[in-house]
């Protein structure tokens, strides 16, 4: 396929031409012009209302973006995908994360070969492990059934399964989650002071199995573990490794029946419905892992049959690169109002920042537009005491996307008409704004004089006009956090497409790998090396205070 060059495209010279004529129009007039808006603007599909009716636009702009989608491509990459060209083109891979929860019947091929098979293998391990587990079948070394499970890994082998398993423990039935992945030993200290040698699994989940953060938490906690318990020989009961390098696995100890593989088409950061989400399975239980797998598949279909105009992701997308490119919004907050997804905004940090954080298109050569956003984001109402202000009354345009469930997932009932209560006069907010008039008003009506009312009006106005989307849930259950972390990842994809990236590699994160590992000699004082004046500095001031 012929690269994509998104400026000197025919939509977006239009779009460019639609965004200067928008911008004399407040979004509260688009909605006082038009009553069907919300019904023009919104997508409603299997429990998901996406409400898209307060970004800054109007059909015309909603069309062009769809032409821009087809002039991009995207059509045909959404096939190239699903059907397993290797489309990860710097590292020679297919992607395929999708093939993970296609049902049996299913096939797709990867090289003419179909994988459902292989993936369902898989499947059927995990499952009778799980099963074994928390059944008490399999116990911990002295017998007792096992009831933690710890998980060392690091970026796309932690922040998907940690932000599953803790947006689900409360609804479902497993062991009790821990995660490990920084360096800092203050990380593995603190879990390890919490679990029971006696009773806690470990799971040792890299692809590559030669992370530096990852073996060096996995080679401490084997050295906890045979200190606490019998010998060496009580390893094969409490770890178990998730990897593609089973080679490396089999060096590090751990008993082939408890080693999980998964393969080189499956990104990092897309494995969480792999082996990688071994950990979720033994912390909600095999029935709720099935129906993570079977909301993304749902999901999956959607963005597959439906037309753009009604496809979620693809609309997501869309909108995404209208509030890049034609409006220069270089952040997106994403603000889940559900404690459970407290660790969503981090997940998809990495999901997007990793996958669209580029500069080089897929010619090799700089693009001329702008890529992927600074994506960040905490739960409401938390963030509404915190960034909110800035969201409000701040020099730049943040757009917000505000993911909601109608159902409490908690018996505290008032307190979730509370949370949706403040999560739709959010929105109503940043759109509206309030004018110096309302100020005024209220002003007056407080007892204000004329004077007083003069002095502080102004820093009391909002200017509104800010875009934002809902995306209102029925229930927050495991089948919808598959059909939502699958929407955010078909929307990551289709942005790459149209911003001509090479989604599926990092070099970024190849590089932070590379260079820590010049360094770690000298600082353990073996080698000398050349650096820079301040790195050096850094290094002697390392040094010295360590050697004091
Ligand atoms: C994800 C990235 C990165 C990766 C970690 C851990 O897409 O490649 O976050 O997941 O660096 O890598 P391993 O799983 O190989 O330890």
Known sequence: MKPFDLLSSA???????????????????????????????????????????????????????????????????????????KINQTEGRAVLHTALRAAKSEEV????????????????????????????????????????????????????????SKALEASTNGLKAHFVSNVDGADLASVLNQVNPETTLFIVVSKTFTTQETLANAEAAKAWFIEKATGEADVAIH??????????????????????????????????????????ALSCGWKAFEELLAGAREMDHHFRTASFEVNIPVMTAMLGVWNRNFNNYS?????????????????????????????????????????GPVIWGEPGTNGQHAF???LHQGTEVIPVDFIAYIQPTSSFKDHHTKLMANCFAQSEALMNGKSAQQVAEQLEAAGLTEEERAKVAPFKVFEGDRPSSTLLFNELSPKSLG??????????????????????????????????????????????????????????????????
């Open 388 to 390: 909110f202000q800035l």
């Open 11 to 85: 939509s977006a010279k239009r779009l460019t031409a639609l965004s200067e004529a928008m911008k004399s129009t407040h979004l509260k007039s688009l909605f006082a012009e038009d009553a069907e808006r919300n019904n023009k603007f919104s997508i409603d599909h299997n429990g998901l209302f996406f409400d898209f009716s307060k970004q800054k636009i109007n059909e015309e702009v909603v069309a062009e973006l769809v032409e821009l989608a087809k002039e991009a491509g995207v059509a045909e990459s959404i096939e190239a995908q699903f059907s397993g060209e």
């Open 239 to 280: 770890f178990a490794a998730v990897s593609t390098n089973l080679d490396a696995v089999g060096i590090f100890g751990i008993a082939a029946s408890n080693v999980f593989g998964f393969w080189d088409w499956v990104g990092g950061r897309y494995s969480l419905w792999s082996s990688v989400g071994l950990s979720i």
């Open 109 to 164: 091929r990867f090289e003419g070969v179909n994988v459902v098979p292989f993936v369902h293998e898989v499947l059927g391990r995990m499952e009778e492990f799980t099963r074994a587990i928390l059944s008490g079948e399999r116990k911990g070394y002295t017998g007792k059934t096992f009831t933690d499970v710890v998980n060392i890994g690091i970026g796309g082998s932690d922040l998907g399964p940690a932000m599953v």
């Open 483 to 548: 059909q939502l972390i699958a929407l955010y990842e078909h929307k990551i994809f289709i942005q790459g497409v149209v911003w001509n990236v090479f989604s599926y590699d990092q070099w970024g994160v190849e590089l932070g790998k590379e260079l820590a590992k010049r360094i770690l000699p000298v600082l353990e004082g073996g080698q000398k090396s050349e650096f820079d004046s301040s790195t050096s500095g850094l290094i002697h001031r390392f040094l010295g205070s360590s050697e004091k």
């Open 331 to 371: 952040s997106l907050a994403i603000i889940p109002y559900s404690q459970e997804l407290s660790r969503f905004a981090a997940y998809l940090q990495q999901a997007d920042m990793e996958s669209n954080g580029k500069y080089v298109g897929r010619d090799g050569a700089k693009v001329s537009h702008q890529t």
